[in-house]
T-cell receptor, first 115, second 112 residues
Framework: EADIYQTPRYLVIGTGKKITLECSQTMGHDKMYWYQQDPGMELHLIHYSYGVNSTEKGDLSSESTVSRIRTEHFPLTLESARPSHTSQYLC??????????????FGEGSRLTVL | GDSVTQMEGPVTLSEEAFLTINCTYTATGYPSLFWYVQYPGEGLQLLLKATKADDKGSNKGFEATYRKETTSFHLEKGSVQVSDSAVYFCALSGGSYDKVIFGPGTSLSVIP
């Protein structure tokens, strides 16, 4: 059982609202990631972090921002939500320094709907 | 650059049928290979992995063998159950790219 938690699981909001998706892990992992999953199931990396005070943009351009003030916490924020942001967002973590293991631990996801 | 290709779905099988989901990859170096599974309404979880050529990963009746000569990591199960209905993702890490590369996913439905 993975110790990585996302809240909220489901969120329906109106256009223009600011939202924050929370992600916390209790495994002490340095690396954390945010993926956006489209209806066709494909995963797109939008942000990642190597550790505290580290944030990097992923492969897919995103209007969201992230922060990493504590090892266990990696929230994602949308300042002004739009219908195009409707998607499933998956948070994940992995151990730093484990060459070639690449095993990711995923949260259960946050499904965002913007009306 | 590194990439993962897997067979397109959706795949529909009857219970107890044999399953194969093809996966091929392109990578420099010596990547590790993975299969992740996503059950409805959940996040992904690791199903099995192999870290070097000719290794076989196995879990819950699923198997996959790391074939460097054909750059493949096909997922197989001898007898699927309704509870195996999910989306399956092939992935690699440790190539030329410091992240995990996922394939597009293959949806499997198993009918009684």
């Amino acid at each position: 059982e993975a110790d990585i938690y996302q809240t909220p699981r489901y969120l329906v909001i109106g256009t223009g609202k600011k939202i924050t998706l929370e992600c916390s892990q209790t495994m002490g992992h340095d690396k954390m990631y945010w993926y956006q999953q489209d209806p066709g199931m494909e995963l797109h990396l939008i942000h990642y972090s190597y550790g505290v005070n580290s944030t990097e943009k992923g492969d897919l351009s995103s209007e969201s921002t992230v922060s990493r003030i504590r090892t266990e916490h990696f929230p994602l924020t949308l300042e002004s939500a739009r219908p195009s942001h409707t998607s499933q967002y998956l948070c994940a973590s992995s151990e730093q320094g484990m060459i070639n293991t690449g095993e990711l631990f995923f949260g259960e996801g946050s499904r965002l709907t913007v009306l | 650059g590194d990439s993962v290709t897997q067979m397109e779905g959706p795949v529909t099988l009857s219970e107890e049928a044999f399953l194969t989901i093809n996966c091929t990859y392109t990578a420099t170096g010596y990547p590790s290979l993975f299969w992740y599974v996503q059950y409805p309404g959940e996040g992904l979880q690791l199903l099995l992995k192999a870290t070097k050529a000719d290794d076989k990963g196995s879990n819950k009746g699923f198997e996959a063998t790391y074939r460097k000569e054909t750059t493949s990591f096909h997922l197989e199960k001898g007898s699927v159950q309704v509870s195996d209905s999910a989306v399956y993702f092939c992935a690699l890490s440790g190539g030329s790219y410091d992240k995990v590369i996922f394939g597009p996913g293959t949806s499997l439905s198993v009918i009684p």
